[in-house]
């Protein structure tokens, strides 16, 4: 027999096993973990192990931060982040918390962070029987008369216990006596004991009975109260007033105006006079909250609405109502009353925000959690629900959650600091109650920054002109631009170096990385480089760093720093000083000699002018300004001295004039007879060459012919096309020395000349013509004989020094037509041919330019 029993007691040991083991899978399946607790445990007992049952790896839980979110009221319970497990903080008083509710369940929200989860525990709050039956008063007097008849009713004050369940009140107990027994009325949830009449009292038997009334609750072992009761023995008035119901339910809605009638309780007496009038008053049993709340009227017996009713405090009052006769002594009789509270949509919504991320980076993905969202109505049904919304036009939303009014703020688009940095969220939570309550919450999202923009610079390219011969110094800065903040628009500067080649301009810059100032760490000079660029490089400070890097093109500009260069007389032992014979016998006009020199400057620093500084006879010889020719002025005479000396000044046109001297010795000679014979022979050899002169002349009529046909041609064909006749720029020319005359030619009122790079500081740039042509105002009044515009036409030349730096040599570089050839001419010869007549402008350089050809009429 024992074998068995222990056989039977394993196979239910098993049994139970399987039904918890399958109870924590159907748990864990169900992601909501269910735990009891009993009230009075010792603080730190443990509930449970949350991370166990839900599946959760121990390890992280500290990383993940594991933690009870919401729930927890007064920090009752707490979670252990080392292993998982749910204990109790605090001790439990069931009573505190559930107040009369048959089942105390409490929800707990807990989170994990790195994925976020949010998990939610339920735990109930087993009753203990920790509280006695009591009862409102230790002592209760009645007042019976003798001749109440056997089986009378006399209400006692039920016994109240704070337990629930099995623990609360079970059963009644009297003391023995022979006049009364105890007797518990149905149909009350309460068990409302009276006291019945066996036999007659016989008050000159006995004037008081003294009774025991015991309440006993069912918990193990049972605790019990007791209520002494004094029975005192009247005479006279033997009928007590009865209700006109056994039980009066109404019900209430929660708004009713404050002093609204209730009901009206009706109880009678058969007696007469004074024995049979009824007054009302409170149960001795009445609560205090009820009596706030409610007012009765104690002749009519109607109830009054004292207080504003709050269903969210109570949902039902259930109260007696005493009806008193006047005998003596008085009888009286408790009317129940129940009174249930209808709810109204009178609560907002609440909204409670649990934060996650407090400053979102910009460059955060969709999805993204910003914050946690629990929203709660105090009202019931319908009232209770609750729908929310964000404001418009943000990039996020609300994600709901398992649970009903808890929902997750997420990203919902992308974010860019540089265009919104502060997001001010409007949350609307609205109940589907009538009327709609709602309710408005104000989220602030920060965005940080990340480095996801590039320095910018204001230009693409930079342009520095910086003069010649500048000591080194701060020449120029540059600045970038960061949409970004902080460290990511920190920007540092450097010097992009190149090969390090002789033509690597950059190696004698310095920038400073911070401020990016430029410094020269030698001065320039105009004669050996003209123009270079250079790249400097932005780089923030992020993480990781961007940049980006502009070009800076440096035009050097020349100053007045080379003196004129004699080139005719030849210089020696550091003067230049030349001798040149002259027959006495030469007409005016007489070309002696011509100084040559150059300036290696340009414009009106290279712009050269010839003066006699010395000279002899100032009737006798004359100096061209412009060309340095030096001729006769009139014939020699017998009294003429035989030699002169001119000394020359040859000077630039810079701010501050750089000069030369040239020192030519003039011998004048007598003729000799070899002259007389060789101006016979050439009298005889000019007639001979006078049939030449024919031919050529012939064939030089056959050209220009040839040449005014191709112009028509040429126009013709430029009829057609656009009539923009600008010319494009020539972004990089080098170029050096200077030019007597620059290229000219007239339109109209205006006159037009070619230049390099630099221009005439007295000259005007005509607005939408060519970069490289100069317009000069016309100084003269123009003369009937000057030819018209007839023709413009569009060339490229190349102006070149020749090898003996006397002359420059242009060349047509256009390959069209008739333009097809190479023209190399003098400087003097090439301008007048292409020009009116020579004038005072500044020399042009060498280089390669866009020509505007303007061919008069004839």
């Known amino acids: 027999m024992e074998d068995g029993g222990q056989r039977r007691r394993r196979e239910y040991w098993w049994i139970s096993l399987w039904l918890s083991f399958l109870l924590c899978f159907v748990q864990q399946i169900s992601t909501q973990a269910r735990y009891s607790v009993q009230e009075e445990v010792k603080e730190g007992s443990v509930v449970g192990n949350i991370a166990k049952d839900l599946g959760l790896d121990v390890s992280t839980l500290l990383d993940r931060r594991f933690r009870i979110v919401s729930g927890s009221k007064d920090d009752l319970f707490q979670v252990n982040q080392n292993n998982g497990a749910l204990y109790v903080q605090k001790k439990i008083d069931r009573e505190e918390i559930c107040d009369g509710n048959d089942v105390c369940l409490m929800n707990l929200k807990i989170a994990v962070e790195n994925p976020l989860e949010i998990h939610y525990v339920a735990v109930e709050i087993i009753d203990v029987n920790d509280h006695a039956p009591s009862f409102a008063e230790k002592h209760l007097s009645l007042e019976v008369a003798e001749n109440k008849s056997p089986g009378a009713r006399f209400d006692l004050q039920p016994a109240r216990d704070l337990d629930v369940g099995t623990n609360c009140i079970r059963s009644y107990k009297l003391s023995q006596n022979e006049h009364f027994s105890l007797e518990l009325r149905d149909g009350d949830e309460d068990g409302l004991p009276s006291l019945v009449l066996q036999k007659y009292l016989d008050r000159e038997s006995a004037l008081k009975h003294e009774l025991l009334l015991t309440a006993i609750d069912g918990g193990n072992p049972p605790k019990s109260g007791s209520l ?47 024995n049979g009038e009824v007054v009302y008053s409170w149960g001795r049993n009445t609560k205090n909250k009820v009596k706030d709340i409610f007012e009765i009227d104690h002749i009519t017996g109607e109830m009054y609405v004292k207080k ?184 540092n500067y450097q010097i992009m170096r190149g090969d390090a080649t002789l033509n690597d301009m950059s190696t004698f810059l310095n920038i400073n990385s911070e401020t990016g100032v430029i410094s020269a760490l030698r001065s320039f000079d105009f004669e050996t480089v003209k123009t270079f660029q250079f790249r400097v490089l932005a780089t923030d400070s992020g993480t990781p760093p961007l940049s980006s890097n502009v070009t800076v ?178 972004q990089d020319t080098n170029y050096d020395g200077t030019l007597c005359h620059s290229i000219q030619y007239r339109s109209g009122d205006k006159r037009y000349m070619l230049v390099g790079p630099r221009m005439s500081i007295s000259s005007t740039i005509v607005p939408g013509s060519n970069g490289n042509t100069l317009v000069v105002p016309d100084r003269r009044r123009r003369t009937s004989g000057e030819v018209g515009v007839h023709y413009i036409y569009h060339f490229k030349v190349a102006v070149m020094r020749s090898l003996n730096m006397s002359r420059l040599i242009f060349a047509v570089l256009s390959d069209i037509g008739l333009f097809s050839w190479h023209l190399s001419r003098s400087v003097t010869s090439w301008c007048q041919y292409y020009t009116i007549k020579p004038y005072k402008i500044p020399t042009l350089p060498p280089g390669v330019f866009y020509v505007k050809l303007f061919v008069p009429s004839h």
């Open 228 to 274: 002494n009761i004094t029975i005192t023995v009247l005479d006279i008035n033997d009928n007590q007033p009865v209700c006109s119901q056994n039980m009066y339910s109404i019900s209430l809605y929660e708004n009713v105006s404050i002093g609204t009638t209730v009901m009206k309780v009706n109880a009678t007496d058969p007696d007469d006079g004074s």
């Open 308 to 491: 504003q009713i709050d269903f969210e405090d109570n949902q039902i009052y259930r109260l007696n109502i005493q009806a008193s006769d006047k005998g003596q002594p008085p009888l009286s009789v408790d009317c129940r009353v129940s009174i249930r509270i209808i709810d109204v949509n009178d609560n907002k919504p609440e909204i409670e925000v649990t934060p996650i991320l407090t400053v979102v980076p910009e460059d955060s993905k969709p999805g993204t959690v910003i914050c946690l969202i629990s929203v709660s109505d105090r009202d019931s049904g319908i009232n209770g629900k609750v729908v929310c919304s964000l404001s418009n036009d943000v990039p996020f939303e609300l994600k709901s959650s398992v649970e009903d009014n808890t929902f997750s703020l997420i990203i919902k688009g992308k974010l860019d600091r540089e265009l919104v940095s502060h997001y001010d969220i409007l949350l609307i939570a609205k109940d589907l109650g009538q009327p709609v309550l709602s309710s408005l919450k104000t989220l602030s999202v920060q965005i940080s920054d990340v480095n996801d923009n590039v320095p910018e610079f204001p230009q693409q390219p930079l342009e520095l002109y910086l003069k010649e011969n500048t000591p080194g110094a701060s020449i120029f800065s540059v600045s970038a631009n960061d949409k970004d903040i902080f460290e990511n628009a920190i920007i």
């Open 553 to 730: 093109n440096v035009f050097i500009l020349d100053q007045n720093d080379n003196v004129p260069v004699i080139l005719y007389p030849v210089s020696s032992n550091g003067s230049a000083e030349g001798v040149e014979e002259v027959p006495r016998n030469v007409n005016a006009g007489h070309l002696v000699t011509k100084v040559r020199a150059y300036d290696a400057d340009i414009g009106y620093n290279g712009w050269l002018l010839f003066s006699l500084q010395e000279v002899s006879d100032h009737s006798l010889f004359g100096l061209d300004r412009y060309t340095g020719q030096i001729r006769t002025l009139r014939s020699f005479t017998e009294t003429d001295e035989a030699q002169h000396k001119l000394v020359i000044l040859v000077k630039d046109n810079g701010n501050v004039s750089l000069s030369a001297t040239a020192t030519v010795i003039i011998k004048v000679e007598e003729p000799k007879e070899a002259f007389a014979a060789s101006d016979v022979k050439h009298a005889v050899k000019d007639e001979e060459d006078n049939d030449v002169t024919f031919y050529l002349i012939i064939t030089l009529g056959s050209v220009s012919v040839l040449f005014i046909i191709s112009i028509i041609v040429l126009i013709v064909m430029q009829c057609s096309k656009s009539t923009d006749y600008s010319s494009k720029y020539l």
